[in-house]
């Protein structure tokens, strides 16, 4: 069974940065793709960033030049991390790691909380 596992979550003023991290374990296999999402409240979750195993990457058009997915390529394989610059109190959400394996399994990890201040 897949796990997802994310840490970095916190709280930052606005203008500040925050990484997140995100492992994945328990496939024999690398996922097609990582990514990030996130859900503020009442909203529905949306798509940040996701990048695939070829290295392609696609942002929200909302944190372009701001956030930036990037993974490891040493000993923590399968480990995608999201660097978040110049913070907006409208990027306060519950940030999701997710994984496709196989092109249609999908997985969640169980979200870290991001709150920015004004």
């Known amino acids: 069974q897949v796990r997802l596992v994310e840490s970095g979550g916190g709280l930052v003023q606005a203008g500040g940065s925050l990484r997140l991290s995100c492992a994945a374990s328990?496939?024999?296999?690398?996922?097609?793709?990582m990514g990030w999402y996130r859900q503020a409240p009442e909203k529905q979750r949306e798509l940040v960033a996701v990048m695939t195993s070829g290295g392609s990457t696609n942002y929200a058009d909302s944190v372009k030049g701001r956030f930036t997915i990037s993974r490891d390529n040493g000993n923590a394989k399968n480990t995608v991390y999201l660097q978040m610059n110049s913070l907006k109190p409208e990027d306060t959400a519950v940030y999701y790691c997710?994984?496709?394996?196989?092109?249609?399994?999908?997985?969640w990890g169980q979200g870290t909380q991001v709150t920015v201040s004004s």
């Open positions: 328990g496939s024999s296999f690398s996922p097609n793709s």
């Open positions: 997710n994984a496709l394996y196989d092109y249609f399994m999908t997985y």
